[in-house]
Each structure stands twice: as structure tokens, then as C-alpha cells.
């Protein structure tokens, strides 16, 4: 064999190792900066947010089954939060137009049961 194929799968292997970067583990004082600028967005986002007045969400044109939006919600603590009760024409002939809401979680309670707005 000569030199060269010899060499070849030796500069081969160099070449693979070289460009592998070695997993660099991030500083700790990188972390702690990284913690307190998201606790400083964080912070930031509920300020702009507090003052947003909640919008509900109108569903499509075609309701064919009860419909309460959001689907699903985080609720603050202490702070009201807007849900929408959408039912199909038949059920608001058949029923009415008050809807009356309950909660099983004694944490939670409405602060109204009556309509208030009507579509």
C-alpha cells in the first residue's frame, strides 16, 4: 500500500471529527440573564394585556349544536372573564332567550346567569 491510502481514511476520520462542535454548556450567569429578561417580558406582556377589553368569539354562521367560546379558558384569579353562549335558532324558540349558567366548582361562580346581549 502506498502512503496516501494509507492516510486517506485517517484524514477522513480527523476531517468527521473537526467538524463535530462539542456540546458547550451554557454559563451560568447566562442563565440568570436569560431568566430575568423573560421574567421582564413576562411582566411586560400582563401590562400591555391588562388593559385589552375581551372580545368573544363569534362562531360561524351555521350553529347547529350549543356552542360556549372560548372552548376552553385560563381564568385569573379575582378578575372576570367573558364566555358566549351560542345555541341554535330552535333551541332559543324552544327555550328562550335567558340563559341561565352554573358552576360545580365552588371556586368558580358566575357573576351573572342572565343574558346579556342578544345576536
Known amino acids: 500500500k502506498n502512503i496516501e491510502g494509507i ?3 485517517l484524514i ?3 476531517r468527521k471529527a473537526l467538524e463535530k462542535r462539542p456540546i458547550k454548556e ?3 450567569s447566562t442563565k440568570k440573564m ?3 429578561l423573560r421574567n421582564l417580558l413576562n ?3 400582563k401590562q400591555e ?3 385589552i377589553k375581551e372580545v368573544p368569539i363569534e362562531p360561524g354562521l ?3 349544536s350549543l356552542i360556549i367560546e372560548p372552548g376552553v379558558a385560563n381564568i385569573p384569579e379575582n378578575k372576570p372573564r367573558i364566555f358566549s353562549i351560542y345555541a341554535p335558532i330552535e333551541i332559543v324558540k324552544e327555550e328562550g332567550q335567558e340563559a341561565r349558567i352554573k358552576s360545580d366548582n ?3 361562580r358566575p357573576l351573572s346567569s342572565n343574558k346579556i346581549e342578544n345576536k
Request: charged share 40%; proline share 4%; hydrophobic share 45%.
Open 34 to 36: 436569560l431568566m430575568k
Open 7 to 9: 492516510l486517506e481514511p
Open 106 to 108: 365552588i371556586d368558580i
Open 12 to 14: 477522513f476520520e480527523k
Open 43 to 45: 411582566r411586560l406582556a
Open 49 to 51: 394585556l391588562e388593559g
Open 26 to 28: 451554557i454559563k451560568e
Open 62 to 64: 351555521n350553529i347547529t
